[in-house]
């Protein structure tokens, strides 16, 4: 196949990075700087008004890094919104779980576990993203695409807040992690999806990158977040935060991935029944689209590759 090279979109990227660069400033050092001062107000100001210049820029460029106009497409836009805010949640636990379990247990909670043991905790993220590929590809078949992206953030949302209640036991961390790694597993998988059946193929990388950065960009926002929270409540002169610090945090981040709940249900188009039940994800491989082409045959759905582009064949 022929294609076509693009030139990078120079300004494009440097106004994507300074924006979100000034924008993720403002929001980890805001405490610090105190919430309503010049230089966070003016952080966050400075960050909208370059991302603003982006977003004119990138409609009037002829090859721009990202072609606004499909995020406009209210599948790809529910994608991208949920992408954000899972993105949140599931590196807010990973930081909050990170600092719980090192915390000597004489501050009244943690488990002063080291550095090793606290990455064993975070393991079965990793396990449950794998076991939710799997029942991500019989969700989809059984339920449809639309629904699981939904279903992902439903079981993040509920993960963060049964950690925040009750995380008095490794085992429960453990538990949490393994949830989390589901939630996001099944969710992630079908993103790519979703997206690549509402975009021309040319586009398919740029609109999958995109998604994946915004689900850094959350969860940059996410651990900044958290930061800011941890500093507040910890006492003067102290060095650690007070124990509810932690609640509220995984409440905050509950409270992001239930929005990314709503996203998944309300911005995706309304879809004839039956329409949404095709593709199959397998896992760690493409998808499959059982429903009949014109000719009767059965052909592979347009799945994205590690490169971005899209393959598809009649079987």
Partial sequence: MITTRRPLDVAGAALLCSGL???LLALSQGVAWGLSSPATLGSLGAGVVV???WVLQALRARHPLVDIRLIRNRAVLAANTTALLMGIGMYGVLSLVNL???VPAAAGYGFH???TAAGLVLMPISLGSLTANRVASALVARVGLYRVLPLGALVVCVDLVLLAFCRDDVAVLVLGTFLLGNGVG???A???????RHVPPSETGSATSFNQLLR???GSMGSAAISAIMLAYTPAGGDLPRGTAYTTALLATAAASFLGVIAAVVLPPRRSAGSDAAPAVAAGGPAVDTR???SGRVSSAMVPRSDGNQTGEDL
Avoid: D, F
């Fill in 186 to 188: 099944a969710a992630y």
């Fill in 21 to 23: 660069g000034v924008i």
């Fill in 100 to 102: 719980y379990t090192q």
């Fill in 113 to 115: 576990l080291s550095l």
């Fill in 216 to 218: 850094t960009v959350g």
């Fill in 292 to 294: 009949p082409t014109g």
């Fill in 190 to 196: 079908v993103m790519p999806l979703l997206i690549v």
């Fill in 51 to 53: 991302l603003a210049l």
